[in-house]
């Protein structure tokens, strides 16, 4: 079994491809599939219907219990032989229903193979969950084929409608299933039906998963999405909604029904429901002018009958009801594929626009006639079959319940003849103008699927003591005597005068048409839940439209303002609650701090109020270098350092970008605004301030900090806070410097509008007017220090900076690289290295322009990023493949002379992925920001007819 | 441990200058907002380390009773490089909006709520389109139904 589903999604991925180069015949190909699984099932057949199941499973989510178990039992294997050999037919049928040039007809193909597959996973999985996923599956697989022409609303519509609905129920179900699941306490559908869950707990899940069965098999208040899923084309509309997916629900009722018929709940629904829609079905079948609306609604008329019978809990309902569910397989089947066929050479579906087809299309009328015969019940066909079998069952059964259910089957089954012979008589007679519908010729291949389907119908009725085992080892094991058999001819009995009634019943609307139209019209929509399906969605659409334009109307200071308002209420109703305040409070820690404090204060408050971007940016620089003394004379030598060198390169960034930028910031925000921003402003500072307060004073647990020591000595590292980042929390830092890498990627393709790969432009990429002559310049001796100083132009030069960068460029490389490698033991590690490094670009950058920067770092940025991640990646994995875990540490110790003991990790290696990475976001930062943005700039320039976005607006 | 008076105020000016600026409409100050957030949020973590010790490495007569807590440090000095990351993100954001709009003086300004009407406008729109999808499919639905007066007419 999982092997024909695995074939099934492997073969429906290639078949678009296939489809490219086979038409339409891809159809005889991929039918070839199905044709396969229903000949291995028929070898199954016999070892199966023998008593013993087939059984396969596979480990999926232990965890929660879940497996890939699939059971193939008497029952599944019946729905699965309806699915595959129904599903062959069909995609035979589509090899000529369709043409050549049918648009998206690779996709179609595909999803309707799919389906087949997943209708069979459905019915054989035994895991509930499993299932579930299927069925979902199925809902998903019946929306896009509805949806199949795209570009009609009606399609777009009907789809819609099918999956809301189904999904809808699919979920209650999914809830039924839970509690279910929790009360069985396994996953498994045998295992429940086996020792069923009692109490009030079952009663309720039972009702959700039934909500979900009769949502899927379209029964009243639901079916509404039924007729408008005629949209599909008529191919889909066979087999997804007449022979195999509305199934879905009639087969959970039948898998239920010997486990949980007997709840409180079940006759309720089952009976009434199923009762009431196939009366509903049949009154509004009766009243169609479109034969596949007919149809559709004749559909749903008989899905209620089959959850009635199945439902019923009787063994000889359960026997009648899977004989009639095989039936309905056949005759709705080959109903669908001839109205497809009438579509098609008639160009319409309306039978007032049909006539005299059945003495031009005798084979399709024959066809018809033996597919509708045995829908109304009319001997010797498996219908009448079945729905002698059914009545005898009711009958049998004397309870109230029998009596509602022979009620309602009598009077549906009046209505299933009426409407019947409204089909047979609309398609193929004349009307009585005499006119003749054009018609265009089809195929003879076109009529072989619903020929075959039709014949079935009548060989089984003969045969039928011979397929009657496949259904009763599924009914047996409902309660009930188990002698009585399925037969064409069983002698005057009861039943056989309720079919003779049903018949001349069923005449009666017939001739009384007139009488009938009246009583239609009086009665309008009976149950007509389509209408109130559109006025619950579309409220729901105008509710959540009202919603959104509500909440989302203030554009992003208005989401950041909310944000702060719920975390100043929430976090400040906490500290109003809390009982835990420290005893104490230090004024500082010693002398220096307030005053560095008080510097960094005005510095952020000046920020706040400054209307120029550069004295913003300057100003929140002195808090951050302020930062870096209350760091370093707090203890934090490491923090000081790497602190010192963002502020640098954060500070350089700011001004790349604003010098392109109008000096002032655009400020439009009214005084009002600007009161309410100071209130939650200084709400937040103070909420942090206590916080901060609260926090330090509630530690009552031993800080993790004191094991910390200990560890870092292990790892071979003095600096605990580099053996932190490159070790003990090197999970951590992984994940920083792949955000890192996605910051650097992000940036280039910001600002580089095609291609941002590569390096910075080199020297010899310059073109020959900027390089300027050294003729040109005042001083023809002037030493050249920087390699593109001459691509400057005199003015923007500074030969003391050039003189500064070329001294100091090197050493700042070589200490960069030493800090690196001290990392472990002393200041420094990988982020500070690769920092300096990342600084040094910068000068030369700054001191020669964008070609300096090329000269001086002749790299692919993203080749360093990537080989940055892969080192530290790779000392993630490596350990993995000696059998160790994910990041142990591994050290090699040297004795080395004037440096000491030197102990290379692999903690080490981890340091020098971080080292490249950060490089490489500061070399993609100035790349992008730095050379790119001067490009632009220039080029800009160079065009005068270019509109001059820095002129600023006052 | 005891918390700073000192560090305690410097946070909550930072934090409070930071959402200050950050609530206005200009990308700019947005930034500008995230930094002093950024920093006052270091600080914060930094508080929790409480009365600062010598630096946290093991050196020759260290005791590693009188270090300080390595392990707000830790935080922050991811943060802090997270923080320049982030910091040239928005700067690359700014310029490419203001760059490719073109907009001078106003090139770094968020949507307000007149921009939000639009867009709530357009939801209506897709919500308008899928109601008539709806009505589409009714409509076929209904026009299959027999009405009596034409069955007198035939």
Same mark, same amino acid.
């Given at each position: *079994?999982?092997?024909s589903?695995?074939? %099934?999604?492997?073969?429906?991925?290639?078949?678009?491809?296939l489809?490219r180069?086979l038409?339409?015949?891809v159809?005889f190909?991929?039918?070839?599939l199905p044709?396969?699984?229903?000949?291995v099932?028929?070898?199954?057949?016999p070892?199966?219907?023998?008593g013993?199941?087939?059984?396969?499973?596979l480990?999926?989510?232990p965890?929660?219990?879940?497996e890939?178990?699939?059971?193939?039992?008497?029952?599944?294997l019946l729905?699965?032989?309806?699915?595959?050999?129904?599903?062959?037919?069909?995609l %035979?049928?589509c090899?000529?229903?369709?043409?050549d040039?049918e648009p998206a007809?690779g996709?179609?193909?595909?999803?309707?193979?799919l389906?087949?597959?997943?209708m069979f996973?459905l019915?054989t999985?035994?895991d509930?969950?499993?299932?579930?996923?299927f069925?979902?599956?199925?809902?998903?697989?019946?929306?896009?084929?509805i949806?199949?022409?795209?570009?009609?609303?009606?399609?777009r519509g009907a789809?819609?409608?099918?999956?809301?609905?189904?999904?809808?129920?699919?979920?209650?179900?999914l809830?039924?299933?839970?509690?279910?699941?929790?009360g069985?306490?396994?996953?498994?559908?045998?295992?429940?039906?086996?020792?069923?869950?009692?109490?009030?707990?079952?009663?309720? /899940?039972?009702?959700?998963?039934?909500?979900?069965?009769?949502s899927?098999?379209?029964?009243?208040?639901?079916?509404?999405w039924?007729?408008a899923? *005629?949209?599909?084309?008529?191919?889909?509309?066979?087999?997804?909604h007449?022979?195999a997916?509305?199934?879905? &629900?009639?087969?959970l009722?039948?898998?239920?029904?010997?486990?949980?018929?007997?709840?409180?709940?079940?006759h309720?629904?089952?009976?009434?429901?199923?009762?009431?829609t196939?009366?509903?079905?049949?009154?509004?079948?009766?009243?169609?002018?479109d034969?596949?609306?007919?149809?559709?609604?004749?559909t749903?008329?008989?899905?209620?009958?089959?959850?009635?019978?199945?439902?019923?809990g009787?063994?000889?309902?359960?026997l009648?009801?899977?004989c009639?569910l095989?039936?309905h397989?056949?005759f709705?089947?080959?109903?669908?594929?001839v109205? &497809?066929?009438?579509d098609?050479s008639? $160009?319409?579906r309306?039978?007032?626009k049909?006539s005299?087809l059945?003495?031009?299309?005798?084979?399709?009328?024959?066809i018809?006639?033996?597919a509708a015969?045995?829908?109304?019940g009319?001997?010797p066909?498996?219908?009448?079959?079945?729905?002698?079998?059914?009545?005898?069952?009711?009958?049998e059964s004397?309870?109230?319940w029998?009596t509602?259910a022979?009620?309602?089957?009598?009077a549906?089954?009046v209505?299933?003849?009426?409407?019947?012979a409204?089909f047979?008589?609309?398609?193929?007679?004349t009307r009585?103008?005499?006119?003749?519908t054009?018609?265009?010729r089809?195929g003879a291949?076109?009529?072989?699927?619903?020929?075959?389907?039709?014949a079935?119908?009548?060989?089984?009725?003969?045969?039928?003591s011979?397929?009657e085992p496949?259904f009763?080892?599924?009914?047996?094991?409902?309660?009930?005597r188990?002698?009585?058999?399925?037969?064409?001819?069983?002698?005057?009995?009861?039943a056989l005068?309720?079919s003779? *009634?049903?018949?001349?019943?069923?005449?009666?609307?017939?001739?009384l048409?007139?009488?009938?139209?009246?009583?239609?019209?009086?009665?309008?929509?009976?149950?007509?839940? $389509?209408?109130g399906?559109?006025?619950i969605?579309?409220?729901v659409?105008? %509710?959540?439209?009202?919603?959104t334009?509500?909440?989302?109307?203030?554009g992003?200071?208005?989401?950041?303002t909310?944000i702060?308002i719920?975390f100043?209420?929430?976090?400040?109703s906490?500290?109003? &609650?809390?009982?835990?305040w420290?005893a $104490?409070?230090?004024?500082?820690?010693y002398?220096?701090?307030?005053f560095i404090?008080?510097?960094?204060?005005?510095a952020?408050?000046g920020? /706040?109020?400054?209307?120029h971007?550069?004295t913003? !940016?300057?100003?929140?620089?002195v808090?951050g270098?302020?930062?870096v003394?209350?760091?370093?004379m707090?203890g934090?030598?490491?923090?000081?350092?790497?602190?010192a060198?963002v502020?640098?390169?954060?500070?350089?960034?700011?001004?790349?970008?604003?010098?392109r930028?109008?000096?002032?910031?655009a400020?439009r925000?009214p005084?009002?605004?600007?009161a309410?921003r100071?209130?939650?402003?200084?709400?937040?500072?103070?909420?942090?301030?206590? !916080?901060?307060?609260?926090?330090?004073?509630?530690r009552?647990?031993?800080t993790?900090?004191d094991?910390?020591?200990a560890?870092?000595?292990?790892a071979h590292?003095?600096?605990?806070?580099? !053996? *932190?980042?490159?070790?003990?929390?090197?999970?951590?830092?992984?994940g920083?410097?792949s955000v890192l890498?996605?910051?650097?990627?992000g940036?280039?393709?910001?600002?580089?509008?095609?291609?941002?790969?590569?390096s910075?432009?080199?020297?010899?990429?310059a073109?020959?007017?900027?390089?300027?002559?050294?003729?040109?310049?005042?001083s023809?001796?002037r030493?050249?220090?920087?390699?593109?100083?001459?691509?400057?132009a005199?003015?923007s030069?500074?030969i003391?900076?050039e003189?500064?960068?070329?001294?100091?460029f090197?050493?700042?490389?070589?200490?960069?690289?030493?800090?690196?490698f001290v990392?472990?033991?002393?200041?420094g590690?990988?982020?500070? &290295?690769g920092?300096?490094?990342g600084?040094?670009l910068?000068?030369?950058y700054?001191?020669g322009g964008r070609?300096?920067l090329?000269?001086?770092?002749?790299?692919?940025a993203?080749?360093?990023?990537?080989?940055?991640l892969?080192?530290?990646?790779?000392?993630?994995?490596?350990p993995?493949?000696?059998?160790?875990?994910?990041?142990?540490?591994?050290?090699?110790?040297?004795?080395?002379?004037?440096?000491?003991?030197?102990?290379?990790?692999?903690?080490?290696l981890?340091?020098?992925?971080?080292?490249?990475?950060?490089v490489g976001?500061?070399?993609?930062?100035?790349?992008?920001?730095?050379?790119?943005v001067?490009?632009?700039q220039?080029?800009?320039?160079s065009?005068?007819?270019a509109a001059?976005?820095e002129?600023?607006r006052t | 441990?005891?918390?700073?008076?000192?560090?305690?105020?410097l946070?909550?000016?930072?934090?409070g200058?930071?959402?200050?600026?950050? @609530?206005?409409?200009?990308?700019?100050?947005?930034?500008?907002?995230?930094?002093?957030v =950024?920093?006052a949020?270091?600080?914060?973590?930094?508080?929790?380390?409480?009365?600062?010790g010598?630096?946290?490495?093991l050196g020759? =007569?260290?005791?590693?009773?009188?270090?300080?807590?390595?392990?707000?440090?830790a935080f922050?000095l991811?943060?802090?490089?997270?923080n320049? =990351?982030?910091?040239a993100?928005?700067?690359?954001?700014?310029?490419?909006?203001?760059?490719?709009?073109q @907009?001078?003086?106003e090139?770094d300004?968020?949507?307000?709520?007149s921009d939000?009407?639009?867009?709530?406008?357009r939801?209506?729109?897709i919500?308008?389109s899928a109601?008539?999808?709806d009505?589409?499919?009714?409509?076929?639905?209904?026009a299959?139904?027999?009405?009596p007066?034409e069955?007198?007419?035939r």
């Amino acid at each position: *079994m999982i092997a024909s589903l695995a074939g %099934f999604a492997v073969i429906s991925l290639v078949t678009p491809l296939l489809t490219r180069w086979l038409g339409r015949n891809v159809f005889f190909l991929i039918a070839a599939l199905p044709v396969a699984v229903f000949v291995v099932l028929l070898c199954w057949m016999p070892g199966i219907l023998g008593g013993t199941p087939l059984v396969e499973r596979l480990r999926w989510i232990p965890a929660l219990g879940i497996e890939l178990s699939f059971r193939l039992d008497a029952l599944a294997l019946l729905l699965s032989l309806v699915i595959t050999g129904v599903g062959a037919l069909v995609l %035979f049928y589509c090899a000529r229903y369709f043409r050549d040039d049918e648009p998206a007809l690779g996709r179609f193909a595909a999803l309707l193979l799919l389906f087949a597959g997943v209708m069979f996973g459905l019915v054989t999985a035994d895991d509930v969950f499993v299932m579930f996923t299927f069925w979902e599956a199925t809902s998903v697989l019946s929306y896009l084929l509805i949806g199949h022409y795209t570009g009609r609303k009606e399609s777009r519509g009907a789809a819609l409608q099918a999956l809301t609905v189904t999904t809808f129920g699919g979920l209650a179900m999914l809830v039924g299933l839970v509690i279910l699941t929790v009360g069985a306490g396994t996953t498994s559908l045998t295992a429940m039906i086996a020792h069923p869950v009692t109490g009030a707990a079952a009663e309720w /899940a039972i009702a959700l998963i039934l909500i979900g069965a009769i949502s899927k098999s379209a029964l009243v208040p639901f079916h509404f999405w039924l007729p408008a899923a *005629m949209a599909a084309p008529t191919p889909v509309s066979a087999y997804l909604h007449a022979a195999a997916m509305v199934k879905a &629900g009639v087969y959970l009722v039948a898998v239920l029904a010997p486990g949980y018929a007997d709840t409180a709940v079940w006759h309720p629904i089952v009976i009434v429901l199923g009762g009431f829609t196939m009366l509903v079905g049949g009154w509004r079948a009766l009243r169609q002018y479109d034969l596949k609306l007919l149809l559709a609604y004749g559909t749903v008329s008989q899905l209620g009958f089959l959850v009635l019978v199945v439902g019923f809990g009787t063994r000889d309902a359960a026997l009648a009801g899977v004989c009639l569910l095989l039936a309905h397989a056949l005759f709705k089947a080959t109903l669908f594929l001839v109205v &497809g066929i009438i579509d098609h050479s008639a $160009g319409t579906r309306d039978w007032r626009k049909l006539s005299g087809l059945g003495r031009r299309m005798p084979v399709v009328a024959v066809i018809a006639g033996l597919a509708a015969a045995s829908m109304a019940g009319l001997p010797p066909l498996l219908g009448f079959v079945a729905k002698e079998g059914v009545f005898t069952a009711f009958l049998e059964s004397h309870d109230g319940w029998g009596t509602v259910a022979v009620i309602a089957a009598v009077a549906g089954s009046v209505l299933t003849v009426a409407y019947t012979a409204r089909f047979f008589w609309g398609a193929f007679f004349t009307r009585p103008d005499g006119s003749q519908t054009p018609l265009h010729r089809e195929g003879a291949l076109l009529a072989t699927a619903p020929a075959i389907l039709a014949a079935a119908g009548v060989v089984f009725a003969f045969a039928i003591s011979w397929i009657e085992p496949l259904f009763t080892p599924y009914a047996d094991t409902l309660p009930g005597r188990d002698e009585s058999h399925l037969a064409l001819w069983h002698g005057f009995e009861p039943a056989l005068a309720l079919s003779a *009634m049903v018949f001349a019943l069923g005449a009666a609307p017939i001739a009384l048409r007139r009488g009938v139209a009246r009583a239609q019209a009086a009665v309008p929509h009976p149950i007509d839940s $389509g209408r109130g399906y559109l006025r619950i969605v579309r409220s729901v659409d105008a %509710f959540s439209a009202w919603l959104t334009t509500l909440i989302q109307r203030r554009g992003l200071p208005g989401y950041i303002t909310v944000i702060l308002i719920v975390f100043v209420g929430g976090v400040g109703s906490a500290i109003v &609650g809390n009982r835990s305040w420290p005893a $104490g409070i230090d004024l500082w820690h010693y002398p220096a701090q307030p005053f560095i404090a008080f510097a960094m204060i005005v510095a952020a408050v000046g920020a /706040a109020l400054a209307t120029h971007r550069v004295t913003a !940016v300057l100003l929140v620089g002195v808090t951050g270098y302020g930062l870096v003394l209350l760091f370093g004379m707090g203890g934090a030598p490491d923090l000081a350092l790497t602190q010192a060198l963002v502020e640098t390169l954060t500070i350089v960034v700011f001004v790349l970008v604003l010098r392109r930028l109008p000096k002032r910031m655009a400020q439009r925000n009214p005084p009002v605004k600007r009161a309410l921003r100071a209130v939650i402003g200084i709400a937040a500072g103070v909420l942090m301030a206590l !916080v901060g307060f609260i926090a330090l004073g509630a530690r009552i647990q031993p800080t993790i900090a004191d094991g910390l020591p200990a560890l870092s000595l292990e790892a071979h590292g003095k600096n605990i806070v580099n !053996v *932190m980042l490159v070790d003990i929390r090197a999970w951590d830092t992984l994940g920083e410097i792949s955000v890192l890498v996605a910051v650097a990627t992000g940036i280039a393709s910001l600002v580089f509008i095609t291609g941002r790969t590569g390096s910075a432009p080199r020297l010899s990429d310059a073109p020959g007017d900027h390089v300027r002559p050294a003729a040109h310049e005042t001083s023809t001796s002037r030493p050249q220090w920087l390699m593109a100083g001459r691509t400057l132009a005199p003015s923007s030069r500074s030969i003391l900076i050039e003189v500064l960068v070329r001294l100091l460029f090197h050493p700042a490389i070589v200490v960069s690289i030493f800090l690196l490698f001290v990392g472990h033991n002393a200041p420094g590690g990988g982020f500070a &290295g690769g920092l300096l490094a990342g600084l040094a670009l910068v000068f030369r950058y700054l001191a020669g322009g964008r070609y300096e920067l090329g000269e001086a770092a002749p790299v692919d940025a993203g080749r360093l990023l990537g080989t940055g991640l892969l080192i530290a990646a790779g000392t993630a994995t490596l350990p993995l493949f000696f059998g160790m875990t994910a990041f142990q540490s591994t050290w090699f110790e040297a004795d080395i002379p004037l440096i000491g003991t030197l102990s290379i990790g692999t903690s080490t290696l981890f340091d020098i992925g971080v080292y490249l990475v950060v490089v490489g976001l500061v070399l993609d930062i100035l790349r992008s920001l730095g050379a790119e943005v001067d490009r632009q700039q220039e080029e800009e320039a160079s065009e005068p007819d270019a509109a001059e976005p820095e002129v600023a607006r006052t | 441990m005891n918390a700073s008076l000192t560090l305690l105020v410097l946070c909550a000016v930072m934090f409070g200058s930071g959402v200050y600026v950050m @609530l206005e409409r200009s990308l700019t100050r947005v930034l500008i907002g995230f930094l002093l957030v =950024g920093n006052a949020v270091n600080i914060l973590i930094f508080i929790m380390s409480g009365a600062p010790g010598l630096g946290p490495i093991l050196g020759a =007569g260290v005791d590693p009773d009188d270090i300080s807590d390595p392990l707000p440090q830790a935080f922050i000095l991811t943060a802090i490089v997270i923080n320049l =990351g982030v910091t040239a993100f928005m700067l690359a954001l700014i310029y490419r909006s203001w760059w490719l709009a073109q @907009l001078g003086d106003e090139g770094d300004l968020v949507d307000d709520e007149s921009d939000d009407e639009i867009e709530a406008g357009r939801a209506a729109d897709i919500v308008r389109s899928a109601a008539q999808d709806d009505d589409a499919i009714q409509q076929i639905i209904d026009a299959s139904d027999e009405e009596p007066e034409e069955v007198e007419h035939r």
